[in-house]
């Protein structure tokens, strides 16, 4: 199979399944920091906040109320030390970002 472009230069199926391949382990280690979200704050915390994934090295957080998102926002820093030293230098995350959103929505978007 051969895709064409608009110049109709053809693409080689290797660069096709490399570049598919590529996308997937990028989503893949962005996500990661969202995995780590549960594991770093407390298990008390983690009921009331989700994160939602990375985008432009900004972890999205969803927070059930203000409380909670206050006692985040003097925490920031350290939880953004500990995600990051579980990153490799391409994926550290350079801020954290918390929206105000009910938890149980199914598709919350970033």
Do not use: C, H, P
């Not at 996500?31 to 989700?50: C, D, E, G, H, M």
Request: aromatic share 12%.
């Amino acid at each position: 199979m051969v895709k064409y472009r608009k110049n109709r230069d053809l693409l080689w199926i290797n660069d096709i399944v490399y570049s598919v391949i590529d996308n997937y382990y990028k989503k893949a280690e962005t996500n990661f920091a969202a995995i780590l979200w549960k594991k770093i704050v407390s298990s008390k915390v983690s009921k009331f906040t989700r994160a939602k994934g990375v985008k432009r090295k900004i972890l999205f957080v969803n927070v059930l109320n203000s409380s909670i998102r206050q006692q985040l926002e003097f925490q920031k820093e350290d939880i953004l030390y500990k995600i990051n030293l579980n990153l490799n230098d391409k994926k550290k995350i350079k801020k954290i970002k918390f929206i105000f959103s009910d938890l149980n929505e199914k598709y919350n978007k970033i």
